[in-house]
């Protein structure tokens, strides 16, 4: 069952949105109950914000932004980030070198999910968001595109 961190001010956007890749709004997103006064997308549970997560990386890639480099430098604009450091970030968590061409696999899918939900809500936090939670956002994915990934079944 996904947690639900709507209310508990305590902790960072990122979870008391349950959007822990601190997505912003743009798409209407499946589980989304409505926007953060900070502009970002409210969840009902963190699965949902982890299907986000997972569909918006999934589709990145599909798309042609096939690096590390390429992903970050749209997910978090240098106009709002440190882009730089963030790529180096996600690099050294997943192994994947930054214009290393990305083979969209489940564990690929995993590693990139989790560099970017430890980036984004610090390692103080980011415990609190599982494998299994990473997991149950990404089976809550449109079978279109868990199709398209390689090795998924």
């Known amino acids: ?8 001010n305590q902790y960072p956007p990122g979870i008391r949105n349950n959007n822990p890749g601190n997505l912003r709004p743009g798409d209407k997103w499946q589980g989304m109950t409505g926007v953060s006064p900070q502009n970002f997308v409210i969840f ?11 569909t918006d990386i999934s589709n990145k890639v599909f798309r ?3 690096t590390i480099a390429k992903i970050i430098e749209v997910y978090a604009p240098r106009m709002e980030n440190n882009t730089d450091a963030y790529i180096s970030a996600v690099t050294v968590m997943t192994g994947i ?4 061409k990305i083979v969209l696999s489940k564990e690929v899918l995993k590693k990139i999910m989790r560099a970017i939900v430890n980036h984004e809500i ?19 994915m449109s079978s279109t595109i868990l199709l398209k990934i390689k090795s998924f079944l």
């Open 1 to 8: 069952m996904s947690k639900d961190y709507r209310g508990q």
């Open 44 to 54: 009902e549970d963190v699965a949902f914000g982890l299907r986000a997560l997972g």
């Open 64 to 66: 042609g932004l096939d």
């Open 97 to 100: 070198g930054k214009d290393q």
């Open 122 to 140: 610090g390692a103080q936090y980011s415990g609190m968001i599982t494998d299994a939670d990473i997991d149950e956002g990404i089976s809550k």
